[in-house]
C-alpha cells in the first residue's frame, strides 16, 4: 500500500530552535551592554577624547596667547572658564594638557602591560628556579617607592614626557605580572596546553598561539585599570613639580599652579576645572574597567 502523492512539498529540515552557540567575546559584550553605568563611562570617554583630540589644533594655538589686561578673568562667553594669571584662555588650556595626560597614562599603562605581561607569561610557564628567581625581583621592586623610582628615572634622563611615560610604566607592571603569573599556572595544566607540549611544538608557539589569546580577558581588564592609575601618577608628579616640563600643561600641573597664587578662594575657576576633568576621567576608567572585569569574569560577580 502506498500513499499517494499530495502535491505538497515539505519545508526544508531545519536546525534545532534551540538557542545558538555564542562565543566567549560575544557573550561578554552582551553581558558588557546591561551594565548601564559601565556603558555611561564609556560613552563619556569617548566624549572626552573627542574634546581633547579633536581639538588639538585650536588648543594649541590659543593657549599660550596672553592677555595682560584680562588677568584672572571669570567664566565668560569669550572665556568659558576665564582666564589664568598671564590672561591665557583656561578652557584651551584644559583641552590641550588634557590630551598630554591622556596620552602619557594612555603610553604607560601600556608599558606596563607590556612589561608585566612578559614576565608572568615566562615566570608562569617555565616556573621552578626560573619562577623563582623573577618573582623575587618583583617582591625586591613592591617594597621599593615608586615615586622614588621614578624621580631617579627622570632626573638621570631629563624632564620629558617621553621619559616620564617610560619612568611611570616601568613601575607599573609588578601587579600585572603576578595576575598574569596566576593565569599562566592555571593554563599550564590544561589538557590543550599539555597536548601542544606532547606533541613537540616550540614554546614560543605554545606561549603566542595557545596561551597569549586565553589570556586576553585578563589583559584587557587589567590593562583598562592600570590607565587611571597611570594618569594619577602623573597628574600627582606634574602636582610635585618634577612631572612634565612646565611648558605642558597637565591636569595635574595647572592644578600646582593654581596652588600657588595667592587667591584661590577668589579665583575658585581656576582649580575647579583640571581637579574636576580629572576625576571625571579617572572615575569613568575605573567604572569601565570593573564593568569589563564582571563581563569577562562573571564569578567574579
Known sequence: MTLAHSGTTLPPSSPASGPQAQS?????????????????????????????????????????????????????????????EHGRDYFAQILYGGRISLT????????????????????GYFGGRTDAFMMRI????????????????????????????????????????????GQVLQLKAMPFIEAARALGLPTRRILLVHMLPNLAGPILVYATLTVPQAILQESFLSFLGIGMPPDYPTWGALAQQVTQINSIANDWHLILPPCVALSITLLALNFLGDGLRDALDPQSR
Open 138 to 181: 618583583v617582591d625586591v621592586l613592591y617594597s621599593l617607592p615608586y615615586i622614588l623610582l621614578v624621580v631617579l628615572l627622570t632626573l638621570v634622563f631629563g624632564r620629558d614626557w617621553r621619559v616620564l611615560f617610560l619612568a611611570i610604566g616601568a613601575v607599573s607592571w609588578l601587579t600585572m605580572a603576578r595576575v598574569i603569573r
Open 104 to 123: 602619557v597614562g594612555f603610553l604607560a599603562a601600556s608599558v606596563a602591560v607590556c612589561i608585566g605581561t612578559v614576565w608572568g607569561l615566562v615566570a
Open 24 to 84: 566567549y567575546w560575544s557573550k561578554a559584550f552582551k553581558r558588557l551592554r546591561r551594565n548601564r553605568t559601565a556603558v555611561a563611562s564609556g560613552v563619556l570617554l569617548v566624549v572626552i577624547f573627542l574634546a581633547c583630540f579633536a581639538a588639538w589644533p585650536w588648543a594649541a594655538k590659543m593657549y599660550s596667547q596672553t592677555d595682560y589686561q584680562h588677568t584672572f578673568a571669570g567664566p565668560s562667553v569669550k572665556h568659558v572658564l576665564g582666564t589664568d
